[in-house]
Each structure stands twice: as C-alpha cells, then as structure tokens.
C-alpha cells in the first residue's frame, strides 16, 4: 500500500518534472499540496493571489474526506491511496470558506478551513 | 382522534411561550382560522437527540434532557397520534459495539413514551459510518412511507450515503411512490438534512435534494419536516415549506452567524434554552398545519 503510494506520486512528480521543476504543474500553475485526517486539513489557512492560477493537490493520511468550497463551486474527494488535483484561478479576493462535506465521524462538523484570496 | 380538538386549550398552550407557525400559502394568522371537524390529528416532531454526546459546557444535562423530554410529551394534553424523530437518535462512534449500546439505550428511553407509534429515521451520527447497517438492525428501513387519516408520509434518507445524497435508486423509489398519489393529496416529507440548499458552507443541504423537490413540485400540497441544524428554521421552495426543529442536545447557531460552526454554550441563567420539541396539528380541511413549539422545562423533574 506505501509502495504504490510511493509509486503515484512519482509519476505525478515526473510528469509535472517534465515542464517546470518543483513547485509548478504541467500549465505553469503553482501547485498547493493540502493533506486530509479526521478532522483536520494542513494547511487550513491557503492564501492565493487573485487571476494566478494554481492546482491543488489533495491527500488523505486515513479515509474518505471531501474538500467543498460552496461559495467557489469547487469540490473534490479526497481518496485513500490517491492524489486528487482541483485547479483554480480565483477572480475574486476575499476569505472563502471550505470543509469536508463526506462525513468522517465525531469531529466531522469541525473539520474546516480557509481560502484566502489577495490583490 | 375524531373529536373537534379544543381551541381554548390550544390557545392556551400555544400562549405558554411556544411559537406558532403556519405552513401553506395562507397568510392568515394562526389562531383565526378555524379547525376542522374530522381527521384533524397532532404528530410530535423530535430530533437530533445525539444520544452518548458529552460537553458539560454545551449540555450539563445531556443523559437528562431526552428524558426530560419524553415527559413532557407524556404530559401533553394534545395527545399526538404518533410521534416522529428526525435523525441523529445517536452520536457518532467508531466503536461499533458502542454504538449499538447507544442505540439500544436510546431505544430504551423512548420506549417509555406513551404514544406508541414512533416513527424513526437516521441522520448521519447514526448511518453515515457504516451506511445505515447498525441502525437498520435497531429501528428498520431508512427510507420508508407510512399513510394517516388521509396524509402520506414519506421519509427519505438523506445520511446513509455518507456524501449527504439521496442516490439516484432511492429517488427512483420516490418517484414510483408519488405516481400514486394525486396532485392534490396531503404529503408530508420526513427526513434529516435539509433538502433545499439553507448553508452548505456548513453542509446544511442535500447534495442531490432539489432533484427530490423537482419530483414533489408537481403535488400541491407538500411539507417537509426535518432536523440537522439544530434550530428551528421555516423556507419555501416555491409552494413547498420546510420547518426544521430544535435538537434536543446541542443548539446550533443561525447559519453564517458565528466563524466556526459550532454549538452555542449552556446558558447557566436559560437553561435547556435553544432545545425542544414540537408539536404539528394537521388539518385536514386547511391543508395545513400548525406548528407549536414547545422548550424543555428545568422542573420536568425525572
Ligand atoms: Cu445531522
Ligand atoms: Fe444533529
């Protein structure tokens, strides 16, 4: 199970290696890693700058957790075993708030955090 | 229940300080309007009893209240033809074995209610974890309908799909069942979560519930009961009105009102304040009900 985790994110790395080393996906976009447990994500405050594009890439340490952003309409699930990539070019500043919206237990309403979108 | 149900008394407990509330498209204050003759029957809505929560500072009382509440609905003097709970009978737990005994403790309390039709459905405390299985092996279906002097109930589950969805089999199933009904036959809608979008940012919506409102739009004469925010809360769908109702655990503030969604502290000067029940009289003649909120009292000593 490690191993094949160890596996994917090797070929997503290289993939994205082939355009832009580092912290850049395959479209120049900036990539923002964002890792999920019962019930929290790290990071829980993601700051962006308004018209830059970026990916995110979602992870989870235990189970299923979502990842909704109403007022952005931007959802994800977050799978065991799997990175899950959302892109995101924010038009507007503001703080926008995003929580896990598949219930993961006694702690689940808790399990939030927040976008927060500069000049 | 076939007798004419007693206005005076009505009034009287209406004043005691529960609200009332008119569904339906009339605008007519509530206690001008006249009852009718027949069929007219009340229904006790609890909910969100999260039995096996513990935070002294959101509920000292959290192994009284529910029984405190069951008192009270024992004591009512507008006895309820059947009683309903919507959802979250338990808190969540890993633990399997505790949640069976959560259950079965729950299961215990409310078999001391005198109204001896109760009609239970899950909310995510209870079937999310394990898609329902633990509670259908307590209190039967999840999704369900039930007839009563001339109303049709449906109950739909909103909580066993752990995303917040009804799934595309059981709205299949919704759709057979209102193909039976006429458009102008009495429905009422029982379930957990909100099927119209209140606040998603703090997950009060169902993901696929407008596609069941699109279903029930057609009816004219349809009302929904839930529970999930832990407070009351009256909305229109077009025609359709939705009446959430209090937990009898933990109050939750109004939506957006607070940064975190968290549950509002006991208040040491209003206890129990922000907890109850309700009680619905169903009017046969109106195509109404109404609504009387009722708080859970410090003396219903148990
Ligand atoms: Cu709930
Ligand atoms: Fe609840």
Request: proline letters at 5%.
């Amino acid at each position: 199970m490690k191993n094949r985790t160890g596996i994917t994110a090797i070929m997503v790395a290289s993939v994205f290696g082939m355009t832009c080393l580092g912290c850049l996906s395959g479209d120049g976009a900036k990539i923002i890693k964002v890792s999920a447990k019962r019930f929290e994500y790290s990071p829980q405050q993601i700051t962006l700058k308004k018209g830059t594009p970026v990916v995110f890439q979602f992870t989870t340490e235990d189970r299923t957790h979502g990842f909704n952003v109403p007022s952005m309409n931007l959802r994800a699930d977050i799978v065991p075993g799997k990175i899950t990539e959302l892109k995101l070019t924010p038009q507007q500043t503001g703080e926008f708030d995003f929580f896990c919206d598949i219930f993961c237990g006694s702690g689940h309403e808790g399990m939030n955090g927040k976008i927060i979108v500069t000049e | 229940m076939n007798k004419e149900i007693d206005r005076r008394e009505f009034l009287k407990l209406t004043s005691i300080g529960g609200v009332v509330f008119i569904s339906g498209l009339s605008g007519q204050p509530a206690l001008s309007l006249p009852f009718g003759k027949t069929k007219d029957f009340f229904f006790v809505q609890l909910s969100d009893t999260h039995w096996g929560f513990e935070g002294a500072k959101i509920n000292p009382d959290a192994k009284g209240t529910l029984i405190k509440a069951v008192k009270e609905v024992n004591s009512l003097e507008q006895k309820p033809d059947f009683i309903v709970f919507t959802g979250d009978l338990t808190q969540t737990t890993d633990e399997t074995n505790l949640r069976k005994a959560r259950m079965k403790e729950f299961k215990q309390i409310v078999g001391e209610l005198d109204t001896k039709v109760v009609h239970f459905m899950p909310g995510e405390h209870d079937a999310s974890l394990d898609r329902g299985e633990t509670y259908k092996d307590f209190f039967g279906e999840t999704h369900y309908t039930f007839d009563h002097k001339g109303v049709h109930f449906i109950t739909i589950d909103n909580v066993s799909d752990p995303t917040g969805s009804i799934g595309e089999e059981q709205l299949e199933w919704l759709k057979t069942d209102l193909a039976q009904q006429k458009p102008d036959s009495n429905i009422v809608v029982l379930t957990h979560r909100p099927l119209f979008d209140l606040y998603p940012q703090w997950d009060w919506a169902t993901r696929d519930g407008a596609k069941a409102i699109d279903l029930l739009m057609p009816f004219q004469n349809v009302t929904v009961f839930y529970g999930h925010i832990h407070q009351e809360n009256h909305h229109m769908t077009g025609h359709i009105a939705h009446h959430s109702a209090k937990s009898l655990m933990l109050p939750m503030p109004l939506a957006g009102s607070t940064p975190k969604r968290q549950p509002i502290p006991w208040s040491t000067s209003e206890p129990y304040k922000g907890m109850g029940f309700r009680n619905v009289l169903s009017q046969s003649k109106l195509d109404q009900y109404q609504l009387s909120e009722y708080p859970i009292k410090e003396d219903a000593i148990v």
